[in-house]
């Protein structure tokens, strides 16, 4: 097959894909709020199940009904969500309520301030181990990276977090 008739078939399968989302996108959205009652989820549901016909256009797009394949997946996605808010609902009823936490002080203020200027990999890496109490052996299980480059990271950390905390250590702020 050359190339020509490589784009043209792509082209033609964008179209159609493209021609059934626009026709039936609202259809299976006001269906499945029908379910949900929340616009928003249902909005997002039919785009992941557009999303996952996309991805496999080549199979779905030959299927006598790709709009009930879809339909189903979109259906699918909305009855796991159901079921994980069901569960979270069920437990939450029946868990003993949250302790009260402590107001947050102005030190927490002040250290979350200078952890947000701590780039991503090293705050991570702090928070687990200070926050989290987790060992470096952890760190390294839960991010999948040696030992060592946690240790490396936590030792980074710590000295962008200090030249943070500085600043408002000497009663200025950045």
Do not use: C
């Not at 496999?56 to 909305?78: C, F, I, K, Q, S």
């Amino acid at each position: 097959m050359d190339i020509a008739s490589t784009r043209k078939m792509a082209a033609t399968a964008e179209a159609d894909f493209s021609g059934l989302y626009q026709a039936r996108f609202s259809d299976l959205a006001a269906q499945l709020y029908a379910f949900t009652g929340d616009p928003s989820e249902t909005h997002d549901l039919v785009q992941e199940a557009f999303l996952r016909a996309w991805q496999r256009w080549h199979t779905v797009g030959r299927y006598e009904d790709p709009v009930g394949w879809v339909r189903r997946v979109a259906w699918n996605l909305a009855m796991s969500r159901h079921r994980r808010l069901r569960l979270i609902r069920h437990w939450a009823d029946h868990s003993q309520p949250a302790a009260a936490t402590a107001p947050t002080g102005p030190d927490r203020v002040v250290l979350v301030a200078a952890l947000r200027k701590v780039p991503e990999q090293l705050r991570r890496a702090l928070v687990l181990h200070y926050l989290a109490d987790l060992s470096v052996a952890d760190i390294a299980a839960e991010t999948a990276v040696a030992e060592g480059t946690v240790k490396s990271w936590l030792h980074r950390g710590r000295t962008e977090l200090a030249r943070h905390l500085s600043d408002y250590w000497e009663g200025g702020s950045r």
